[in-house]
C-alpha cells in the first residue's frame, strides 16, 4: 500500500491502483493479527461492491470523487444506514439499525469513501485507554512490532487507530470529546486532528458529552487530515503563507509536562530543538488560568453530566444496568447528583474561563505540548487494578482534555525516532484557529521526521 491516502489518490489517478485491488488488501489486513479486534463488524461485501462500482465509473470517463473509492472506517457510534451502532457496548446490540447515515458518514460516502465498518472503541467512548470488556481489546500493533508486549490502543477510538496503523483502512472517522482521537494517534504514531467542534456534524452520533464532542479523523499524514477535515466540515482549509520562522509558540509549563516518561522527555526536548533550529520561536509561558480545572471538573464535569442526560433510561433498568463496564457506569453516574443549577453554574464558568485562556494565549499562534506524557502503558496491569487504570486513563486524558474544554483545536503529530515507542507532539489553539494549526503542522510534519 502507498504510505498515506493523498499517495494512493495519486496512483488512482494514474492508473497504478484500483479501489478494488485496494479494498482487498484493507481487508486482507483487517483479517491479520495484528488488527484483531479492531473492527465490531466490517461492511466486507458493501466495500467490495462500492469499490468496484467506483472503478466502473471511472473506467468510462467519469471523474472518480474525491475519496477515490478508497476505505475509511467508521467508529461505532456513527450511524450508518442499516447497521446497528452499538458504541462498543452490549447494551445497544440489540437496538434497531439506522435508517439513514449520519451527515458525518454521509459526507464521507457522497465524496466517495468505501466504508469498511464500524470500529471498536471503549465502552460509550468513556476512557482515554481503550480497554474493552464486551468485544475485546485490541493490541497496539506498532509497539507490539517494536518490543513485542501487549500494550494499550489507547482510546476511545482504539479500534479506527488500529485499522489505520495496520492498513485496514486508508483513514478513519472517530470523535474527540477529551483526546479520543489524539491519544490513540499519539500511542500508535498516528496524525489525529481535533478541528473545533462546531465544524464538524455530530448528529446521528451518540454522544458522550454534547458540549465536548467533536466528529474527526485519524489518518497517515497532515495533508490527509486535511482532506478529510475539508470532507467532513463541508469546507475549505486556506492553507498560511506564513513561514515556520514567522510562527510563535507558546510553551506551558509545568502541567503538560510533569510526568513525562524518559521517551516521551527525550522525543519532545528533541522536536524542540529542531523547531528552533528552523527558526521558529518557541516561548515559556505561565498559564495560570490552567489551575482552574480541577475546580470545573470537580463533580464530573460535562460528560458526567450529559452523559448521565443520555444514560439515566438504561442506568435505571436493573437488567441493562449490569451489562455495562462498571468502570464506565461509575463515571456516568457521577452525573445524577449534578443540579440544574450546578450544570449552568458549568457553562458560565467554563466561558469565563475561555476567556481567559484566550487573553492569555493572545498574539501565540499555537501551544505545543506532548500530546500524552507517557508511551503506550501494558495492558495487563490496566485489566487487573482499577486503581492502575483510573491512575493511567487520568493522565492520557490531562493534556489533550484541555482544548476540549477551550473549545479549541489541536493535532498530534508522530515525533519518535525509528525504533523507539510512538510518542505525539501536539500543538493546539483556541477555536476556530484550524487552518492556521494546519498550516503550521504541514510545515512542522516533516521535521519531525517520525513514521509509525
Not at 64 to 91: E, H, N, Q, Y
Not at 106 to 127: D, P
Not at 175 to 200: E, H, M, Y
Amino acid at each position: 500500500m502507498s504510505h498515506d491516502l493523498s499517495s494512493a489518490l495519486q496512483q488512482l489517478q494514474d492508473e497504478r491502483l484500483s479501489a478494488a485491488a485496494a479494498a482487498q488488501e484493507n481487508q486482507r489486513q483487517a483479517r491479520s493479527e495484528g488488527c484483531r479486534n479492531a473492527y465490531v463488524r466490517e461492511f466486507s461485501e458493501s466495500a467490495l461492491a462500492s469499490a468496484a462500482a467506483i472503478d466502473a465509473i471511472a473506467k468510462i470517463g467519469a471523474p472518480r470523487p474525491r475519496l477515490g473509492g478508497l476505505g475509511i472506517s467508521i467508529k461505532d457510534l456513527f450511524d450508518v444506514a442499516g447497521t446497528v451502532s452499538s458504541a462498543g457496548s452490549s447494551v445497544l446490540r440489540q437496538a434497531p439499525p439506522a435508517s439513514i447515515d449520519c451527515p458525518a458518514v454521509a459526507r464521507l460516502r457522497q465524496a466517495g469513501a468505501v466504508l469498511t465498518g464500524h470500529t471498536n472503541m471503549s465502552e460509550f467512548a468513556f476512557s482515554g485507554v481503550g480497554i474493552n470488556p464486551h468485544y475485546g481489546t485490541p493490541l497496539n500493533p506498532v509497539t507490539f512490532a517494536l518490543d513485542g508486549q501487549a500494550r494499550i490502543p489507547g482510546g476511545s477510538s482504539s479500534g479506527a487507530a488500529v485499522t489505520v496503523a495496520t492498513g485496514a483502512a486508508w483513514a478513519a472517522l472517530g470523535s474527540d470529546t477529551g483526546g479520543s482521537i489524539r491519544i490513540p494517534a499519539a500511542l500508535q504514531g498516528l496524525v489525529g486532528f481535533k478541528n473545533t467542534a462546531r465544524l464538524t456534524p455530530t448528529e446521528g452520533c451518540i454522544p458522550l458529552s454534547t458540549t465536548l464532542d467533536t466528529a474527526c479523523a485519524l489518518t497517515l499524514s497532515v495533508r490527509d487530515a486535511i482532506l478529510l477535515h475539508e470532507v467532513l466540515a463541508a469546507r475549505q482549509v486556506r492553507i498560511s503563507p506564513r513561514p515556520l520562522r514567522a510562527m510563535r509558540l507558546a510553551l506551558v509549563k509545568p502541567l503538560f509536562q510533569d510526568g513525562m516518561d524518559d521517551t516521551v522527555s527525550r522525543a519532545f526536548e528533541r522536536s524542540l530543538k529542531r523547531l528552533r533550529a528552523a527558526g521558529c520561536s518557541i516561548e515559556d509561558i505561565d498559564l495560570t488560568a490552567l489551575n482552574q480545572i480541577s475546580e470545573l471538573q470537580a463533580q464530573g464535569g460535562f460528560a458526567a453530566a450529559e452523559s448521565w442526560a443520555w444514560h439515566r433510561h438504561h442506568l435505571q433498568n436493573p437488567e441493562q444496568a449490569q451489562q455495562y463496564d462498571p468502570r464506565v457506569s461509575v463515571r456516568i453516574r457521577r452525573g445524577e447528583t449534578i443540579s440544574a443549577a450546578d450544570y449552568i453554574d458549568l457553562l458560565n464558568r467554563r466561558r469565563q474561563w475561555i476567556g481567559e485562556m484566550e487573553a492569555a494565549l493572545a498574539g501565540f499562534d499555537a501551544v505545543i505540548s506532548p500530546t500524552v506524557p507517557i508511551v503506550a502503558p501494558l495492558l495487563a496491569p490496566l485489566l487487573a487494578s482499577d486503581e492502575q487504570f483510573f491512575a493511567s486513563n487520568a493522565l492520557l486524558l490531562r493534556n489533550p482534555s484541555v482544548v476540549n474544554l477551550l473549545d479549541g483545536c489541536a493535532i498530534s503529530l508522530p515525533c519518535q525516532e525509528e525504533g523507539e515507542l510512538p510518542v505525539g507532539l501536539m500543538l493546539w489553539s483556541t477555536a476556530a484557529q484550524d487552518d492556521l494549526l494546519l498550516s503550521l503542522a504541514l510545515q512542522i510534519e516533516p521535521l519531525l521526521n517520525a513514521r509509525p
